[in-house]
Each structure stands twice: as structure tokens, then as C-alpha cells.
């Protein structure tokens, strides 16, 4: 009968200190919603119209880019803006030098091995519009993908 307590006992204790260590879900790896909180978040822009355009003064416009702006709002942060092509947007995200891609990228992307991919947040001629975000930083993800579907109505 000790040996049964002993156990129950042991057993309670591992499941406290597991949950315990779980702490928030989801959560970034390395903090990057938390950052963007507290200062910027780093968008990388891949000119694709009508989703992105920069103009020759460096302005940024276009659906996608009116889209982040609201996100980047919804969270108190500043936006900060890097023009590259996809390619090149791809390997910065890779290497944690930018927060967020956009540019009409589509749930086919060749880049998912370099940046997460959003859920497609709407459908234009058959294909699944999407975003990237860092690899591994899901607590950003998430709060990115409630906001898109906030936008598009598929949550209040």
C-alpha cells in the first residue's frame, strides 16, 4: 500500500512540475511578438501589386501592406519596412533579420523551409494568400492569423 502512495505521489509531482515548465502556448522562440510589442516589427516587402508596391520616394502601399499596418497597430508596434525580392526576403527571415514577409505570396511558396507560412487568410483565382513569419515564432503566428481572420470576418 506504501509502494501505491509512493507512486500516486511521484506521479502528481511530475505532472505539476511538467505543466509547470510549459508557461505560455503558444510562445516564440525567441520572443519576437514580445519585442514588436515594445518597439519594432520588421517586415520584409517583395513588390508584387496589387498585395505590395513601393514607390520611387520608398513609400509602401498596397492591400497586404495596409493589412500589416493594421496589424502592426492591434499591437502597439512600429513598422519597420525592408524592400527586397523574394528570394532575398526569404534568406534574412531564415537568418532572423526580419519578423513578418509579404508580397502575394500563395500557400505554394517555395520558401516554407525558410519562413512559416500563415493560413491562407483569403482566395484570389483559385489561390490561397498567405504570409511568412520566422520559423518557430508561433506566439507572432497566431496573433497574426486572428487578426487576418478578424479582418476577413471569420472571427468577431
Known sequence: ?????????????????FLSACGTIPADSIGTLDRARTGDLVVGVSEHRPWTEVSDKGEYSGSEVELIK???????????????PESVLAGKIKEDQLDIVIGGLTSTSPWSTH??????????????MVMGTRLGENELMVALERYLAKEFGEIS
Open 1 to 17: 500500500m506504501s509502494r501505491l502512495i509512493w507512486w500516486r505521489t511521484a506521479s502528481i509531482a511530475a505532472c505539476v512540475s
Open 70 to 84: 493594421g496589424f502592426a497597430e492591434s499591437i502597439n508596434a512600429d513598422v519597420e519596412w525592408y524592400s527586397a
Open 115 to 128: 519562413m512559416a507560412l500563415t493560413r491562407p487568410y483569403t482566395k484570389v483565382d483559385g489561390e490561397s
